[in-house]
């Protein structure tokens, strides 16, 4: 497995950015995603990538949000904009054991590897 440490997250006015971003230990130069969770709500896709081609986004961050990675610096960043209180959640770096099919990628139990999270919080 691969170990991963969030970091980043923090209180954001509606309307503001934030990056946050994830060291991976081994580094994988495979798939990598982000996900969130709020409270009492279920664990749900964010972002996804493959080491090359298009990344796969879900629809409620299309166009605000883009991952990207730095492999000299074994590290994941997600850049998210025009934040909305909405956005407000724990959000995740994960990695999976194996190949997932880009239908599957923002699907959490694909992946076995989790970070601890780091707490992005919107306000008004």
């Known amino acids: 497995q691969v170990q991963l440490v969030e970091s980043g997250g923090e209180s954001v006015q509606a309307g503001g950015s934030l990056r946050i971003s994830c060291v991976a230990s081994p580094w994988t130069n495979r798939i990598m995603g982000w996900f969130r969770q709020a409270p009492g709500q279920e664990r749900e896709g964010v972002a996804a990538?493959?080491?090359?081609?298009?990344?796969e986004y879900a629809e409620s961050v299309k166009g605000r949000f883009a991952i990207s990675r730095d492999s000299a610096k074994k590290t994941l960043f997600l850049q998210m904009n025009n934040l909305k209180p909405e956005d407000t959640a724990m959000y995740y770096c994960?990695?999976?054991?194996?190949?997932?099919?880009?239908?599957?990628?923002?699907?959490?139990?694909?992946?076995?590897?989790w970070g601890q999270g780091t707490q992005v919080t919107v306000s008004s």
């Open positions: 990538m493959y080491r090359d081609g298009e990344p």
């Open positions: 994960a990695a999976p054991g194996g190949w997932v099919p880009r239908s599957r990628l923002l699907y959490a139990n694909e992946y076995n590897s």
